[in-house]
């Protein structure tokens, strides 16, 4: 491959698979913002579906 | 007052509680499998490298920042915030005096339903090639076997001459989906996006390794990343970028209001967002390097440059290029299992997506159970892809209907969304503001700028220069009956069925709602709206 063409890859990779990296990280730190207004709580869901799994 | 009294839901959709994902994962997975399809394995890797190469990265970005997740945003906001698939979310959003927006959610469901029907035929093909795989059965000629002994292709016209080939793994497709569709969101949509998404990511991570060390592969990534930087003053390559994005995301025609409503009240919206957003892209630069790596390949094979080679997208690369490539490899049955296993799997975790639209809208419509609608609507569906996709003249109907479905269907719904929902409705500082109430990642003005001004300029050139042609030049030198039967009466098709959908009655009002939480300024009138 030629330098230019490394180069072009490499970035891409790095701004590409970076930002899921980086959104991933983010979202691990910050799952849920710290307080939520008033109400907005969910009673039971209809399909009885299975553990919650939240990051 | 209790958190139970202050919940918003009231009447109806307090009585029967609406079904969601079991967590952020589940919903990620899901999301992320709706977006990555086939245009990620067949449309990105020949659309960077006929827009710059490399240098399409820039206009890619940009397109991605400005114009793909915003809408996603727009999305998610109105799915969440009004709690139900497009049809009711539009309806809710367009309040007392604007009921008929509920026409724009039909205008999306329909656009579902006609892609559905043609998208299953692509997969039940890649399931095919798949089992073609093992004894290389195109030989040495897989252009005359795929138009001749597998899709036995005839004149652009209406026949009812099915071929079995294609019949029975769509009906395989068929049941399959209907079996994840019944099953619900949880135990149907969402299961079968953990089992499959993972799959898919192993497998074409090992057809991409194995890619990488074959011979002329460098070639390859050096036709796919050097760049071209006089393509970025061509206008056409920013918008093959804005198209590239915008459809690849699977935004604007109601997957992701419709996936975003299951989520519960309390929930992130945009921090997910951006992990499916990136996930997305990062699923199309694989696949850039495994395909172009794999023509670097094949154009070593036959002496000549990777920019000499033809059929560097869609079906042809698929279906024609990579099996002539699989049959020159060693260990091409492998690759070649991988490679249509990987496009199976893309093509049927967005197929559910595309379905789940049109099921939630008549659910909601209808006060039907998932099974029951699903099963309504898979006996619709697999009669009428099988009628008009699995006959000699399937391939035609299927290229001309994408065509109008695509280019002009969900197109012109983004354009009506931005300008309804932002301009004429006026909603984009409550979106906001419900984004910013759930979400980690605050939105700031402007992505209300960016969904209600660039989207709709750049998505609305798309659409009026993509008309203009589509009129002038017709499409691919096919009859203009016939553009007009599959083409333009696709596009009439999907608006009639928005009309009548919404002058239907619904069993159960959807109207006695109120948007949760409320905005500050406005909790009053919403109050007022709601008791009226």
């Known amino acids: 491959m030629t ?33 939520y207004p008033p109400g907005g709580t969910d009673d039971h869901r209809e399909d009885a579906g299975i553990i919650e799994h939240d990051t | 007052m209790t958190d139970a009294a202050t919940n918003a839901p009231t009447g109806p959709s307090s009585t029967k509680p609406r079904e969601e994902w079991t967590g952020q994962i589940g919903f990620i997975l899901s999301a992320i499998g709706s977006a990555v399809g086939l245009g990620n394995i067949w449309r990105f890797p ?7 190469g490399g240098a399409f990265l820039i206009p890619y970005l940009v397109a991605l920042i400005t114009a793909g997740i915003p809408i996603l945003f727009l999305d998610y906001a109105i799915g969440h915030r009004f709690r139900g698939a497009a049809p009711t979310a539009f309806r809710r959003l367009g309040g007392p005096r604007g009921r008929w927006l509920e026409t724009l959610g039909w205008f999306q469901v329909a656009i579902a339903f006609v892609i559905s029907i043609y998208y299953a035929v692509v997969i039940a093909w890649a399931l095919s090639f798949f089992v073609f795989s093992f004894d290389l059965r195109w030989g040495d000629d897989p252009a005359g076997f795929l138009l001749g002994d597998y899709l036995r292709v005839g004149d652009p016209g209406v026949s009812f001459e099915f071929v079995p080939g294609v019949l029975i793994p769509l009906l395989i497709v068929w049941v399959a989906t209907i079996i994840v569709l019944a099953a619900g969101v949880a135990k149907g949509l969402q299961r079968a996006n953990v089992i499959a998404l993972p799959v898919l990511l192993i497998a074409f991570l090992v057809l991409v390794v194995r890619s990488l060390f074959l011979e002329g592969a460098a070639e390859g990534l050096n036709a796919f990343f050097t760049p071209n930087w006089a393509a970025l003053g061509d206008p056409n390559v920013w918008i093959a970028a804005y198209s590239q994005i915008f459809f690849s995301l699977s935004i604007a025609f109601g997957i992701m209001i419709t996936y975003a409503s299951y989520r519960r009240r309390r929930a992130n919206l945009t921090s997910p967002g951006l992990v ?12 850039g390097i495994g395909v172009f790596a794999t023509l670097g390949f094949f154009a070593f094979q036959q002496g000549i440059l990777v920019g000499e080679l033809e059929g560097l997208t869609g ?26 296993g990987s496009l199976t799997l893309a093509g049927f975790t967005s197929l559910i997506s595309v379905l789940q639209v049109v099921s939630a809208g008549i ?34 109907a299927l290229d001309v209907t994408d065509q109008w479905a695509n280019n002009i269907g969900i197109v012109a719904s983004a354009v009506l969304m931005s300008i309804f929902v932002i301009w004429v409705f006026r909603r984009g500082p409550e979106l906001r503001h419900h ?28 659409l009026i220069s993509r008309i203009i042609t589509l009129l002038v030049d017709g499409y691919e030198g096919y009859p203009a009956w016939y553009l007009g039967l ?3 009466g696709t596009v009439a098709l999907i608006v009639i069925i928005a009309i009548v959908a919404w002058l239907i009655p619904w069993r159960e009002s959807p109207d006695d709602f109120a948007p949760w939480p409320p905005l500050p300024e406005a909790s009053a009138e919403t109050r007022t709206e709601v008791t009226r």
């Open chain 1, 3 to 35: 330098g230019l063409a490394i180069f072009f890859l490499i970035l891409a990779i790095l701004l590409v698979w970076g930002g899921l990296v980086a959104s991933a990280i983010y979202l691990a730190r910050r799952p849920e913002v710290a307080s």
């Open chain 2, 46 to 52: 020949g659309v960077a490298y006929e827009n710059g």
């Open chain 2, 276 to 287: 499916v957003a990136f996930a997305n892209s990062s699923f199309e630069l694989l696949a």
């Open chain 2, 315 to 340: 079906v042809g690369l698929s279906f024609i290029t990579f099996p002539a490539i699989v049959a020159q490899m060693p260990g091409g049955p492998i690759f070649g299992a991988l490679f249509f």
């Open chain 2, 363 to 396: 659910q909601e419509k209808f006060r039907l159970t998932p099974r029951v609608a699903a099963i309504i609507l898979g006996v619709v569906c697999t009669l009428l892809s099988v009628l008009l996709f699995s006959t000699t003249t399937g391939l035609i």
């Open chain 2, 435 to 462: 984004l910013n109430s759930v979400s980690t990642f605050k939105v700031g003005r402007i992505w209300v700028l960016l969904v209600g001004l660039v989207a709709p300029v750049v998505l609305g050139y798309m």
């Open chain 2, 486 to 488: 599959f083409g333009w």
